[in-house]
T-cell receptor
Framework: AQKITQTQPGMFVQEKEAVTLDCTYD???????LFWYKQPSSGEMIFLIY??????QNATEGRYSLNFQKARKSANLVISASQLGDSAMYFC??????????????FGAGTQVVVTP | DVKVTQSSRYLVKRTGEKVFLECVQD?????MFWYRQDPGLGLRLIYF???????EKGDIPEGYSVSREKKERFSLILESASTNQTSMYLC??????????????FGPGTRLTVL
């Protein structure tokens, strides 16, 4: 069963606007981590932001913030003040389980973002 | 900075050939992973390794094997390549789990085409 769902296959956003990328997850574990990665056309996966299941505050990293709603099992990425260089594929990922789970990740299908001038 | 390198960015092979994809990381990470990435499916885990000579199957191990003889190197092997193995292959590494910094670091990917 799909554990990470990204319902938006693609979206356009205008430069300087904010954009929200949706991510919902499915787990019965109490301990898990949620990650967002960016993949530009060059192919390399770039880590953006991390949210732990026990973290009470939403994670923020510069222009990226993670809107973590635990009860709804959602972990949406918000990019503020979009730039042309933000055009990329964005993946949501989850690591389930405690420290002996070897750090296995499950990835969503991704959302392609195109930032227009 | 963590650096994960992969031996080739692009590779073209013929059906039935044995294919080696090499991955090297320079940060002394214990865990290493091989994924394949296909449009609409995201990344799917093929195999991972948490120590030298140790390996575990991921979600789609069929048709693949791996080798980890040294801590910094993790190889993916396609014993007899088939056209349905045409894909982007991504290697990643991570340190032993640390709740504060436990992300995976990715290589640039190898785009494999099997004719």
């Amino acid at each position: 069963a799909q554990k990470i769902t990204q319902t938006q296959p693609g979206m356009f956003v205008q430069e300087k606007e904010a954009v929200t990328l949706d991510c919902t997850y499915d787990t019965s574990d109490q301990s898990y981590g949620l990650f967002w990665y960016k993949q530009p056309s060059s192919g390399e996966m770039i880590f953006l932001i991390y949210q732990g299941s026990y973290d009470e505050q939403n994670a923020t990293e510069g222009r990226y913030s993670l809107n973590f709603q635990k009860a709804r099992k959602s972990a949406n990425l918000v990019i503020s003040a979009s730039q042309l260089g933000d055009s990329a594929m964005y993946f949501c990922a989850m690591r389930e389980g405690p420290a002996d789970s070897w750090g296995k990740f499950q990835f969503g299908a991704g959302t392609q973002v195109v930032v227009t001038p | 900075d963590v650096k994960v390198t992969q031996s080739s960015r692009y590779l073209v092979k013929r059906t039935g050939e044995k294919v080696f994809l090499e991955c090297v990381q320079d940060m002394d990470h214990e865990n290493m992973f091989w994924y394949r990435q296909d449009p609409g499916l995201g990344l799917r885990l093929i195999y991972f390794s948490y120590d030298v000579k140790m390996k575990e199957k991921g979600d789609i191990p069929e048709g693949y094997s791996v080798s980890r003889e040294k801590k910094e190197r993790f190889s993916l092997i396609l014993e007899s390549a088939s056209t349905n193995q045409t894909s982007m292959y991504l290697c990643a590494s991570s340190p032993i789990r640390d709740r504060n910094t436990d992300t995976q670091y990715f290589g640039p990917g190898t785009r494999l085409t099997v004719l």
